[in-house]
């Protein structure tokens, strides 16, 4: 009897896993429409809607922290709603990531640092690599910043927020045969 609990309860974990994942890709689907059609209001509202019908699903926690960020909303809730996402999975790599850049935008760059250090071991996605290139280069790094951009190109995800962090800086991105110089 206490096996099929166990059971139970690990299928239900498993299914929550699997819910709270699918959601994260439908919040990253939907913020990157609303980014295209330029109406972060509405990727907002429906993120809002989201927490509020799983209040216990750090992805969508993640997700609207993240949008509003991203959209220079209200820095306090945002770094709230992150805090309180990786409270909840502090081993997402999506969700460290997002601590750190609040941590950035908070002005607080060497408390960024390990969780987007963190983020970029995990999964190194080219706008994480854009996010630890950028606190990396503000605490005076820029050697190891231009490595983790380049490294970012060679990845294919959302090069856009890359290239864009690239060019705030003035560096233009290498052509991938020549990224092995230094």
């Known amino acids: 009897a206490n096996m099929r609990i166990d ?3 690990k299928n239900r974990h498993l299914d929550f896993m699997f819910e709270s994942r699918r959601l994260g890709d439908i919040n990253r689907c939907n913020r ?3 980014e295209k059609l330029n109406q ?3 990727a907002i509202a429906d993120l809002r809607r989201v927490v509020e019908l799983y ?5 969508g926690w993640n997700a609207l922290g993240y949008t ?9 809730e945002a770094f709230k709603m992150v805090q309180m996402a ?4 502090p081993e997402s790599a999506a969700i460290n990531d997002s ?8 002005s607080d760059a060497q408390m960024a640092l390990p969780y987007i250090q963190y983020a970029y071991g995990k999964e190194p996605e080219a706008e994480v690599a854009a996010h630890l290139g950028e606190v990396l280069w503000t605490l005076g790094d820029q050697d190891k910043a231009k490595e983790i951009w380049n490294d970012g190109l060679k990845r294919g995800s959302n090069l ?10 003035g560096i233009t991105p290498s052509k991938p045969h020549t990224q092995k110089h230094k």
């Not at 856009?160 to 800086?169: A, G």
């Open 40 to 42: 972060p209001g509405k």
């Open 32 to 34: 990157g429409l609303y």
């Open 55 to 59: 209040p216990d699903n750090p992805h």
């Open 7 to 9: 059971l139970r309860i």
């Open 160 to 169: 856009r927020v890359l290239k864009e962090t690239m060019s705030k800086f």
């Open 99 to 106: 601590v750190g850049w609040a941590y950035y935008l908070k």
């Open 68 to 76: 509003l960020l991203s959209n220079g909303k209200d820095l306090d």
């Open 86 to 89: 990786y409270q909840m999975d």
